[in-house]
C-alpha cells in the first residue's frame, strides 16, 4: 500500500540505515599480515549455526573477530581502486578461502538429454524399432531379389527412421532454447542489490559480491541474504521460520551490548534467508553461499518449476485423447489384422513378403496413433510461456511464478497503489507552512498551487525563517530519515524514498545544507523507532546538547497533530512555540484539505526535547506502549506538501483496462481527498463508483462488502490488513484479483492474490518473495502489458489446438477410411508423408503459433471466467467447418480424382495421388494463417508483421514440401506434379480462406442449439442404457458402490471444511488469513453496527446524513442503485 513514509526500497535503488546509526566508533582493526584466513570458515559456519555466544567470546568478542577477518567495524573492508568488488585483489584471497555468496548451479540439462526426452515416447520408441526391423527385412530383400526387380525395398523404412530422428531433434532444439530461456530468468530473479560499508563510504552492490567480513546494512522488509552478527541496530527483530521453524519473532542485540554482562537472553546472530520485520542495522557478515545457513537449505531444496494451470489443463486434455487415439489405433490394427489374416494365403513371395506385409499393417497402425495424439499440445504452452515470460522481461516485468502469467491473462480486478506506480515517484515539495507563518508555495511548480490567495512564493518564505527555525527543519529532515548518501562531493547520490528524498533536496537548496552525512556525524544518534504501516511515523531520538535529548517525528498530519500540543512560532533570538489552539488547528485543517484536493500528498513534522533519555515517566513493556508515552505533548514544527506527478501513460492504461473488462481500484495510504483527486485524474473513478476510507470500510460487515465492492472504485488511507480484506472478499466473490504492494505486511495480500506485483524500485525483498511478478519499473503500464502478455498465451495455446484439432480429425479419418475402403491396406497417404504432416503440426504449428506478440485487439475481449472451456464454441466451428472442407476435398480425390483428371497410365495415377498429399499439406499451410484468429474477427494477419518465428516456418513448409514433390521419390512416394498440378495445389490451399470467413458468418448461438439438439437427442437415446447399466453394477457390487460413495461425502466435507479457513504458504508453513480477517466474533460485531444503504443514500444526496469517508461520484446516474438492497445474512 501506499505509505505517508513509505516502507524503505530494495532492489536497484536499495536505502538501509545510514551510516550515521552507528553509535560505536572503533580504531583501526585490522591487522597487517597478508593473509587472511586467521580464521577457518567451518568455524564461522558453526559460530552462527549455534548462535554460541561463548565462542564468540573466545574469539575475543566481535572486536577480535573483527581483526582475524581483518576488517573495520566502522569502514568496513578496504576497496582500494574502485567501486567493486573486482577491483581489489585481496578479495579474491577471500573467496577463495570463504567461498562465494551464490549457490552452485544446478547440473545443466545437456542437449542430448533433450533429445532422449523427446524419443521416450512408446509410440516414438514402438515406430523406430518396427522401422529398424523393416529396414532390416527391406535390405534382406534387396540383397536376395531377382536382378530384374527394383532394388528399394529398404526404403521406406529409411524415410521413416530419418522422419523419426527430425521430430526428436527438432523437439530437443525447442525445449532446449527454452531451457536456457528459463535458466537466464531463475538468474535474474536471484539478483538483487545491498547497501555495503567499504573504506568507510556507502556501496551499493548486488548480493552475490557480498564477501565475508563486509558491513551490510539491514532494515524493515529485507531478507537477510548472508549470515552475519549483529554490530549496531534499533529495534531490530527478524522471523526465522524460514531457517529454524520458529514462529515467533526474535530479537536481536548488537554483538557488542552482549560483552557488558554474561550476555544470557542475548541474540546477536543473524540467519540467512530470515526477513527483519522491524528496525535498522548493520552487521558483520560470516558465512555466504553454500556455507550459510539458508544457502545449506536451498541446496536440498532445488525442486523443478511446477506446471501452470493451462499445462495441467492440457495435460488432461491430451492424456484424454492419448486414449481415444490409443483405442481407435487398436480397432484399426484388430481390423487390418483380420483382413492380413483373411488374405494371408494369397501373398506371394514367402515369408519374407508375409513379413513385411504385417509390418507395414503394424506401422501403420502405429502411425495412426502418432497422428492423432497432440504431443505438441505441452510444448506449445510451454513455448509460449518461455517466449512470453522472456519478452516480459524486457517490459519490466520479472515473473517469479510462471503460473501468473497466464493467470494475469484472466485477471478480472487489478487493485493498485497509487504512488510510483500511479504517479512518476518524483516527489517534490511545493507547498507548505512552517509553524504559525505564512503558508508558502512554489511558484515554479506548475498549476495547482498558486490558488492560496495568502501564500507567498517558497523561496521568501524560506529565506525570512530565523537560523534557530532553518537549523531545526533541517536536523528534522536529515536525521528523521532512511536516506542515504551516495558517493560524496559533487558526485554524492541520494538513495531512497521519494518522499524522504524530496524533503532532503528541499532543505539542501532552501537551507544551504552541507552533505547529509556530514550533518549526520556531527550528531549522536540514541534511538531510532522505524517506520510503522499502522502508525505512519518515524521518529528518531538525537542527543542536541549535553544532557538533553530531542525526539523528531515525521508522518501523516492526522497523526502527527493528533500528538501535537504546541507549534513553532518565529522567534530570532530563540527557538521558540506557543500553544496549538482550536483556531489555528482549523486552519491547518483546512490547509490539508486544501493540498489533498490538488493530489498532494502531505508530511507533518513535530519534535520533543527531553531532559533525559529514556525518559524517568514509567513505560510499558511494548514498543507500542512507548510511543504512546513519548508521543505527547509534541511541537508542531510545519506541513509540507508534495506533488508526485501522474505518469503520462496512466490513463490510457486505465482506459485500456477498463476496455478489457478490468476493473482498476486504487489502494492507497493518502487521504480520501488526495486519493479522489488522482482517481479522477487518471480515469478509474467513473460514474457510479464508491469512494471509501478505511475507516469506514472496517465496519462493514461481510455482507455489506458483498454489496459495496462490485462499485468500490477509491479505499483510502488503508493498511496491509484493509487490503488482505479487501483481496479476499474479492477472490470469494468469484474474481480473479491482481494486487500490487511495496511493505513487509503487504505479504500476506500478495500471496493472497492471484496474481502479486511487488514494487522493484519500492518494494521490500519481504514483499518481493511473496509477489508473483516484480514490476522492475514500479510502473501502472507494466501491469497492462504483463495482463496482455498472459491473455497471449492463453491465445497461443487456443491457436495451436484450433489448428492442431483440425489435422488430428482430418489425417486420422483419412488414414483410416481409406485403408479400411480399400483391399490392399494401402492408405491415401503413405507413413513418412503421415510423419512430415506430424511434424508440421506439433513442432512447426508450435514454434509459429506460440510466439505471437500481444496486440491491442486482446484488449476487446473481456477475461474468461474460471473453469471456462479450453476448446470454445467458436473455436469447434472453425476445426469442424475446414474438417468437412479438407475431407470432402480429398475422398474426392481419392476415389474419385483418376476419372476427374482422365488418367490413363500408371504415371498420371501416381500423379494425382502426388496432388492429394501436396492438396492436403497445402491446406494445412494455408489453415495455420487462418488459425493464427480464434474468434470471429477475420483480420487473421494483425501483428504478423512481429512474429519471425512464423516466417521461419512458413518458408521451412514450403522448402520442405517442395523438396518432397521434386525429389522424394520412393521414400516419400511421389512424383514430379505438373504446373497446373501446382495449380490445382495452390487453389484447394487458398480455399481454406473462404472457408474460414463463411464459417466465421455463422452465429456461434446456432452452433450452440445445432450441439443443444444433438445432445438431447443422444441422451434421449442412451440414457435408458446408462441407467440399465447403473442398476446391474448397483446390484452386482453394491459394496464398490457404497465405498464411492463415501469418498464423494467425505471430498465433500472436505470443501466445507476448507472453506472455514483461507491458508497461503510461507515457505514450509501455513499463514492463517484469520488474523487479517479479523476473528469470528470482531466480525460478528462488525454486522449490524454500519448502515450501509442509509449512508450510501446520504452521500449521494449530499444530505446532513452524509458520511465522511464515503462518496459516490458526482456524475452517477439518478436511477442507478449503486449497490444491492438484500437483506444482511
Known sequence: MDEITPAPPDGATKTTAPVLFSITRNADLRATSSSVSCISQSQLSELTATKDLTALRSLGGLTGLAVSLRTDLTTGLEDEGGNTVKSDPGFTARRKDYGENRLPPRKRKTFWHFAWMAFNDKMMILLAVLATVDLALGIYQSISAAPEEPDVQWVEAVSIIVAVVVIVLATAINDFQMDCKFRLLNQRKEERDVIVIRSGRAQQICIHEIVVGDLVHLETGDVIPVDGILIHGFSVQCDESSTTGESDLIEKTPALNTNTDNGSGYDPFLLSGSKVSN????????????NSSYGKILMSLQTEVEETPLQQKLGVLAKYIVHIGLLVGAVFFLIIFIRYLVHLKGIKGGPRAKGKN???????????????????????????????????????????????????????????????????????????????????????????????????????????????????????????????????????????????????????????????????????????????????????????????????????????????????????????????????????????????????????????????????????????????????????????????????EVTQSVRDCQAAGVSVRMVTGDTFLTAKAIALECGIYQPGGIAMDSSIFRKLSSSQLDMVLPRLQILSRSSPEDKLRLVSHLRRLGETVAVTGDGTNDALALKEADVGFAMGIQGTEVAKEASSIILMDDNFASIVKAMLWGRTVNDAAEKFLQFQFTINITAGTLTIVSALSGGTNSSVFTVVQLLWINLIMDTF???????????????????????????????????????????????????????????????????????????????????????????????????ITHNYSFFFVQAVIVAGQVLIIFEGGEAFGTVAL????????????????????????????????????????????????????????????????????????????????????????????????????????????????????????????????????????????????????????
Request: charged share 20%; aromatic share 8%.
Open 358 to 648: 504385417f509390418l507395414n499393417v503394424f506401422i501403420l497402425a502405429i502411425t495412426v496413433v502418432v497422428i492423432a495424439v497432440p504431443e505438441g499440445l505441452p510444448l506449445a504452452v510451454t513455448m509460449s510461456l518461455a517466449y512470453a515470460t522472456a519478452r516480459m522481461l524486457k517490459d519490466n516485468n520479472l515473473v517469479r511464478l510462471l503460473k501468473s502469467c497466464e493467470v494475469m491473462g484472466n485477471a478480472t480486478t487489478i487493485c493498485s497503489d497509487k504512488t510510483g506506480t500511479l504517479t512518476q515517484n518524483r516527489m517534490t515539495v511545493v507547498a507548505g507552512r512552517v509553524g504559525t507563518f505564512t503558508p508558502f508555495v512554489d511558484e515554479n511548480s506548475g498549476p495547482g498551487t498558486e490558488n492560496k490567495t495568502d501564500a507567498v512564493p517558497l523561496r521568501s518564505k524560506m529565506d525570512s525563517l530565523s537560523a534557530h527555525t532553518q537549523e531545526l527543519i533541517k536536523a528534522s529532515v536529515f536525521l528523521n530519515s532512511t536516506a542515504l548518501e551516495k558517493g560524496h562531493g559533487q558526485e554524492a547520490q541520494l538513495v531512497g524514498t521519494s518522499t524522504e528524498i524530496a524533503l532532503i533536496e528541499f532543505a539542501q537548496s532552501n537551507f544551504h545544507a552541507v552533505s547529509m552525512t556530514a550533518e549526520r556525524e556531527r550528531t549522536q544518534i540514541v534511538q531510532l523507532f522505524p517506520f510503522n504501516a499502522n502508525r505512519k511515523c518515524m521518529a528518531v531520538v538525537a542527543r542536541i546538547f549535553s544532557g538533553h535529548y530531542r525526539l523528531f517525528l515525521k508522518g501523516a498530519p492526522e497523526m502527527v497533530l493528533q500528538s501535537c500540543s504546541r507549534i513553532v512560532t518565529d522567534s530570532h533570538s530563540v527557538l521558540s512555540s506557543q500553544y496549538l489552539h482550536d483556531e489555528m488547528r482549523t486552519v491547518i485543517r483546512d490547509d490539508l484539505r486544501g493540498f489533498s484536493s490538488q493530489s498532494l500528498r502531505s508530511i507533518a513534522l513535530a519534535y520533543r526535547d527531553f531532559d533525559q533519555w529514556p525518559p524517568g515517566t514509567p513505560i510499558g513493556n511494548e514498543p507500542d506502549d512507548f510511543l504512546d508515552e513519548v508521543l505527547q505533548d509534541m511541537v508542531l514544527i510545519g506541513l509540507f506538501a508534495l506533488r508526485d506527478p501522474l505518469r503520462p
Open 279 to 290: 528496525g535498522v542495522g548493520t552487521f558483520l557478515v560470516t558465512s555466504v553461499g553454500e
Open 978 to 1129: 505438373t504446373g497446373a498440378q501446382w495449380g490445382w495445389s495452390m487453389l484447394f490451399g487458398l480455399l481454406t480462406f473462404p472457408v474460414g470467413v463463411l464459417v466465421r458468418l455463422i452465429p456461434d448461438r446456432m452452433v450452440v442449439m445445432v450441439w443443444t439438439g444433438i445432445a438431447s437427442t443422444g441422451r434421449m437415446l442412451f440414457d435408458p442404457v446408462v441407467l440399465r447399466w447403473r442398476r446391474l453394477i448397483h446390484v452386482c457390487f453394491p459394496a464398490m458402490f457404497h465405498a464411492r460413495k463415501g469418498r464423494e461425502n467425505s471430498s465433500s466435507s472436505l470443501d466445507t471444511a476448507q472453506t472455514t479457513i483461507v491458508t497461503v504458504p510461507k515457505g514450509d508453513q501455513y499463514i492463517s488469513l484469520r488474523s487479517g480477517l479479523g476473528s469470528e466474533s470482531d466480525r460478528s460485531e462488525r454486522d449490524g453496527l454500519f448502515d450501509l444503504v442509509r449512508a450510501i443514500e446520504g452521500a449521494r444526496s449530499r444530505s446532513v446524513e452524509e458520511v465522511p469517508g464515503l462518496e459516490v461520484h458526482p456524475d452517477t446516474c439518478k436511477d442507478d442503485i449503486v449497490i444491492g438492497q438484500h437483506e444482511e445474512v
Open 845 to 943: 504449428s508450435a514454434l509459429a503459433l506460440a510466439t505471437d506478440r500481444p496486440t491491442r485487439r486482446l484488449l476487446k475481449h473481456t477475461p474468461e471466467p474460471r473453469g471456462s472451456p479450453i476448446v470454445k464454441v467458436t473455436m469447434w466451428k472453425m476445426i469442424m467447418g475446414q474438417s468437412i472442407y479438407q475431407l470432402a476435398v480429398i475422398f474426392v480425390l481419392y476415389y474419385a480424382g483418376e476419372q476427374l483428371f482422365h488418367c490413363s497410365t500408371k504415371a498420371e495415377r501416381h500423379q494425382v495421388q502426388t496432388m492429394t498429399f501436396n492438396i492436403y499439406v497445402w491446406m494445412q499451410f494455408f489453415n495455420m494463417l487462418n488459425s493464427r484468429r480464434v474468434d470471429n474477427g477475420w483480420n487473421f494477419l494483425d501483428g
